[in-house]
């Protein structure tokens, strides 16, 4: 079975501009979250998401950052405009229902905002 | 408030010796989990273990052993006999309600050859 799917793996982009990763979760997974890496701040959970529906989005920094998930098999983060301190790797986890179910994490979008 | 608390920063070992990273954690659940996960110079997230507070059980998988004490809130780490290849960072992990993590900050584990 496949993991979670990411894409792309590498952004570079220009203040600005508009970023939009992807994410396909694992098939069958609830679950999806959408997590932040940054050596100041470390792992920071943005949102997530069970059956499709968005649970919990306290962790959205501002308006600019946006997510969906219009079926159960893809989400995307939207970052409009993006600035440079967006810049970080941006990861997407999935896990089943159960409660305290582990999350199986994606490879993870390098995003570097000149 | 939930909280985990990774205090080593960075460790340091040569190969072969043993390595326990700590993982102190806060919470007013009864019932939580409590996870390891490995992040390689790769950058991927490996998740390694997983444990629920209704469980004290040590675990041993291979050269990795895990030892879970609530009464001191913690959730240490141990790499016996560790290999080069284990050089990464090591985030623990506690598990709130609707499957909701609060990680570490993460210990950086070097093994020299």
């Known amino acids: 079975d496949a993991g979670v799917i990411q894409s792309p793996r590498h952004e570079v982009t220009e203040m600005g501009q508009e970023v939009t990763l992807r994410c396909k979760p694992i098939s069958g997974h609830d679950y999806l979250f959408w997590y932040r890496q940054t050596m100041m701040r470390g792992l920071e959970l943005l949102i997530y998401?069970?059956?499709?529906?968005?649970?919990?989005d306290s962790g959205m920094p501002e308006d600019r950052f946006s997510a969906k998930m219009p079926n159960a098999s893809f989400s995307t983060l939207k970052i409009q405009p993006s600035e440079p301190r967006d810049s970080a790797v941006y990861f997407c986890a999935s896990s089943v229902t159960s409660g305290g179910a582990e999350q199986f994490f994606g490879p993870g979008t390098r995003l570097t905002v000149l | 408030a939930q909280k985990v608390t990774q205090a080593q920063t960075e460790i340091s070992v040569v190969e072969k010796e043993d390595v326990t990273l700590d993982c102190v954690y806060e919470t007013r659940d009864t019932t939580y989990y409590l996870f390891w996960y490995k992040q390689p110079p790769s950058g991927e997230l490996v998740f390694l273990i997983r444990r629920n507070s209704f469980d004290e059980q040590n675990e041993i998988s291979g050269r990795y052993s895990w030892n879970f004490q609530k009464s001191t809130s913690s959730f240490n780490f141990t790499i016996t006999a560790s290999q080069v290849v284990d050089s990464a960072v090591y985030f623990c992990a506690l598990g709130e309600y609707g499957n909701k993590l609060v990680f570490g900050a993460g210990t950086i584990l070097r093994v020299k050859s």
């Open positions: 998401f069970n059956n499709n529906v968005p649970i919990d």
